[in-house]
């Protein structure tokens, strides 16, 4: 089965650049999905389709792909930011999500 | 704007069979361009995905659950709905249902969840 791979935490300072990755076997060729959850809150959909914005996400983030690699990347990081985000994909009649990265702004 | 809201048990006994319903506003559960999901989230882990159905009764299935699983959807009531056997304390999480739209291929509306515990 396809497996997704992020790192469990990363530390942003405030108004800086996070980015977090997703690691899966040539992800490049897939369509990749980020969701942010905030705690005691459901998932939300911040980037569909690699480096697309669903409507009332902002432009500070971004997603782009390659290789083996997707990444999320968050400029200016508020602390509104600090949560945790999971990236996903379609495979094989699945879907698949990743483990999960805790954003902590400092 | 879409809507949508579970409503389960809360507590199931382990060897039970949970059944949990996502209520639709805003929207039709026969809208063919939406595939309806669960996914859920266990304490303090990520999340695993769990279904995914279409009003045409095309479905997936996470293969480690699918021998203890039915989806299903009802356009009179504009619900869709889930149903889980055979129950385990490993089955505890917060379960979610979601709408998956062809246009961007991604769970795009979530609900709130409904956390589902099981115990004796």
């Known amino acids: 089965s396809y497996e997704l791979t992020q790192p469990p935490s990363l530390s942003v300072a405030l108004g800086q650049t996070a980015t977090i990755s997703c690691e899966g076997n040539?992800?490049?060729?897939?369509?990749v999905h980020w969701y942010q959850q905030r705690p005691g809150q459901a998932p939300v959909l911040v980037i569909y389709?690699?480096?697309n914005w669903p409507s009332g996400i902002p432009e500070r983030f971004s997603g782009s792909s390659s290789g083996n690699t997707a990444t999320l990347t968050i400029t200016s990081a508020q602390a509104g930011d600090e949560a945790d985000y999971y990236c996903?994909?379609?495979?094989?009649?699945?879907?698949?999500f990743g483990g999960g990265t805790r954003l902590t702004v400092l | 704007q879409l809507l949508l809201q579970e409503s389960g048990p809360g507590l199931v006994k382990p060897s039970e069979t949970l059944s949990l319903t996502c209520s639709v506003s805003g929207g039709s559960v026969s809208n063919t361009d939406y595939f309806w999901g669960w996914i859920r989230q266990p304490p303090g882990q990520g999340l695993e995905w769990i279904g995914t159905k279409h009003h045409s009764g095309s479905g997936y299935y996470n293969p480690s659950l699918r021998s203890r699983l039915t989806m299903s959807i009802d356009t009179s009531k504009n619900q869709f709905s889930v149903t889980m056997t055979s129950l385990t304390a490993a089955d505890t999480a917060v379960y979610y249902c979601?709408?998956?739209?062809?246009?961007?291929?991604?769970?795009?509306?979530w609900g709130q969840g409904t956390k589902v515990s099981v115990s004796s």
């Open positions: 979601a709408s998956r739209i062809k246009t961007k291929n991604a769970f795009d509306v």
């Open positions: 040539d992800i490049g060729s897939k369509s």
């Open positions: 389709g690699t480096s």
């Open positions: 996903q994909v379609w495979d094989r009649r699945t879907e698949v």
